[in-house]
């Protein structure tokens, strides 16, 4: 469409135009033309003064000229509450920096810290929120400026179609425009970042509500209290002495010479009886503990070591054999009166212990024996522990199957099992924790090295050491005794270092003579006995623990009850504890670092956007007018275009022409301008 003439020659000549205007002439408001377009012409109603202060003084044409100059009233009437310069928008990017790096610091702080240390008059998560806000909102505040001054740079830049202004303009208003810029541009620019950046801020905030949980944990307490448990490094207890008598023993010796022995009584400690017992007939209850102080009831303990007296069992099946043979009586238990008759026996045979019955008998039948067990104190007799040189005794135990006592199985189909257990001195490293007032125990490992210099002879006899060689080292002697040193145990300097024992744990350990001697005779001679069976033929003539051995389910764990309960009582008569730290339970502030990353990417990339487009709009020798309305309305589209887009706006097809009109922002002699041509 060609405009009027008066048209064309006006607006090419801006101060003509003005001329007419002041000298009262008329002033077109529409024409009429051949298109059937009307200009009005209208009178002023005042004169206006001249315009040459708002025309802009060219220095210098091209694209290398400087920076248009203006008047500081003309620059004034085209520039936004955002300001002529990029001020507004550093301050912003500053404001956001300064926050996050302040958010990462403050977390950093408070990571792994209980909140009571938290002072601050906000709670945390209101603080985190608000400096995220403050971050956010100064930076959106920052990428809109810095997307509204790109539709500048973008014109400045290449010749485009209008409708690129119009996605611009969109995406400096939001997210759902920056959605529709990132669509068209497709990632083919670095704007795009900014628009990515406006779209991921929607997710700023959830993420940063995910940093910050709360998690349970055990401190040390601050309570003057202490805690502490026991553990012993000596024991002397009970009672075993010297009857005072004349030599009783006189022991020949392979040298020809003889060790002379007194006759030595016992007495012994009443509680370790009651551990014994405990531990025997508690095999089915609750675990025996030792005692403890924990004030807090949540303590724990260093790695330490005590004295105590351990089990080991072990499965003797493969060394039982079978013998059949003739008589009258043969049996382990002695038949009923007047019913002795001569018959075939089946014998199953252990080394020191055995079991017999009338060969096809029932466990119905009177006379019949279900269990034979025996202790064993010399470790030369026994199958599994001969060389256990702290060994206090060794049961040798041979078991029917439950079928033959209730009379579903014959004697001599029966299945046997045989067992040899042992209980010794030894030392133990504990790690012990208390929860809840309950204490939980764990033995990370376990000596029984004996020192062969201690348990000697006070009277230094020359012939001592042939005597505990024929002895085979055994500390429960039968025939008598004579006084000797304390027994000493011991650690391997290599497994205090391999176990992390710490200088203050010891590592040597004392049981006076009157302790062994007490605790081996009780043992084997009145808890236990030489020979044990289940029925008794007699229960006056055996000791009240076959019936809990001939029970027992599991012999292990029967002999592991016995040693740990006796190894707490070791503990709780000695003076000796292990101090600990009391622990409480606090809440812990915990960092989910991963969900920092969006925050953190998106404050990175907003800064290189930013400092982007600032770059690249002095490099074009621009000026920031960002979201001027008056810098759109001054620097817009030129008339000629503008008239094009109403018509095509009255005529239904404004969208098509915006679209085929293409444009680029130009210097056209009095300023810069969107020019445009059809295409």
């Known amino acids: ?66 920076l248009l100059t203006s008047t500081p009233q003309s620059r004034r ?96 208003r939001g997210p759902w425009g920056s959605l529709w810029l990132v669509i068209w541009l497709r990632a083919s620019h670095w704007v795009v970042v900014g628009a990515i950046v406006t779209i991921i801020l929607i997710g700023f905030e959830p993420f940063l509500q995910a940093v910050v949980s709360f998690s349970g944990e055990m401190d040390t307490s601050t309570t003057p209290l202490g805690a502490h448990i026991g553990r012993s490094e000596v024991i002397d207890v009970g009672l075993y002495f010297s009857d005072g008598a004349s030599i009783a023993y006189a022991i020949p010796l392979p040298d020809n010479t003889k060790m002379e022995l007194q006759t030595y009584k016992f007495l012994a400690d009443l509680g370790m009886l009651s551990a014994f017992n405990s531990g025997l007939y508690n095999a089915y209850g609750t675990e025996q503990t030792t005692s403890f102080v924990c004030p807090t009831a949540n303590c724990t303990w260093p790695t330490f070591t005590s004295l105590a007296v351990c089990s080991a069992c072990r499965d003797a099946a493969s060394y039982l054999r079978l013998s059949k043979q003739q008589g009258t009586g043969l049996g382990t238990l002695p038949p009923p009166p007047n019913s002795a008759i001569f018959s075939n026996y089946t014998t199953y045979v252990l080394p020191q212990v055995n079991i017999t019955n009338l060969s096809g008998s ?17 470790p030369r007799l026994t199958i599994s522990f001969g060389n256990l040189t702290t060994m206090i005794t060794t049961v040798q135990v041979i078991k029917a199957a439950e079928g033959y006592e209730t009379g579903s199985l014959i004697w001599d189909e029966t299945p046997m099992s045989a067992t040899e257990c042992a209980l010794y001195f030894c030392v133990n490293a504990y790690r012990s924790v208390v929860q809840a007032g309950i204490l939980r125990e764990r033995i990370v490992a376990s000596w029984a090295e004996r020192d062969f210099s201690s348990y000697r002879d006070t009277g230094r006899r020359e012939n001592f050491e042939l005597y505990e060689k024929l002895n085979n080292y055994s500390l429960y002697t039968r025939d008598g005794d004579l006084a000797r040193t304390d027994l000493g145990l011991f650690i391997p300097k290599e497994d205090a270092g391999k176990f992390a024992l710490s200088d203050d744990v010891g590592v040597r350990f004392n049981l006076t003579q009157q302790t062994v001697g007490s605790m081996t005779h009780f043992v084997n001679e009145q ?33 592991d009850k016995i040693a740990w309960s006796v190894s707490g009582w070791m503990r709780d008569v000695s003076n000796v504890t292990q ?53 759109t309305l001054t620097y ?44």
């Open 1 to 66: 469409m060609e405009l009027p003439k008066i048209m064309e020659n006006d607006l090419g000549n801006p101060n003509s135009f003005l001329d007419k205007h002041e000298a009262g002439g008329d002033v077109p408001s529409s024409l009429h033309t051949e298109e059937g377009i009307s200009y009005r012409f209208t009178s002023p109603r005042k004169p206006v003064a001249s315009t040459a202060s708002f025309l802009p003084t060219i220095t210098a044409t091209g694209a290398d000229a400087p």
């Open 77 to 172: 009437r085209i520039i936004s509450k955002r300001g002529g310069n990029w001020n507004w928008e550093f301050f912003a990017l500053s404001v956001s920096f300064s926050s996050m790096a302040t958010m990462v610091a403050l977390l950093a702080y408070v990571d792994g810290r209980p909140p009571p240390q938290w002072n601050g008059f906000l709670s945390l998560n209101a603080l985190i929120s608000s400096l995220g806000a403050i971050s956010r909102t100064s930076m959106g505040f920052a990428i809109s400026s810095c997307l509204a001054q790109a539709k500048w740079n973008w014109f400045k830049r290449r010749t485009d179609t209008l409708i690129a202004f119009d996605r611009f303009d969109e995406a400096s």
């Open 362 to 378: 029932s466990g119905m039948d009177p006379g019949s024996a279900y269990m034979a067990a025996t202790v064993i104190t010399d």
């Open 527 to 559: 808890l236990l006995g030489p020979v044990m069976t289940w029925p008794p033929p007699d229960s006056k003539t055996q000791p009240s623990v076959v019936q809990a051995l001939y029970k027992s389910k599991d012999l292990l764990d029967t002999f």
């Open 579 to 631: 101090e600990g730290v009391g622990e409480e339970w606090v809440m812990h502030i915990y960092v989910e670092w991963p969900y920092m990353v969006l925050p953190l990417l998106t404050i990175v990339l907003g800064l290189f956007f930013c400092l982007s487009s600032m770059l690249e709009t002095r490099r074009l020798h621009l000026d920031p007018w960002k979201t001027d309305m008056v810098a």
């Open 636 to 679: 817009s589209v030129d008339a000629e275009t503008r008239a094009q887009l109403r018509h095509a706006d009255r005529n239904g097809y404004l969208e098509k022409s915006i679209r085929a009109m293409t444009a680029k922002f130009e210097d056209v002699g009095c300023g810069l301008e969107l020019r445009t041509q059809q295409t």
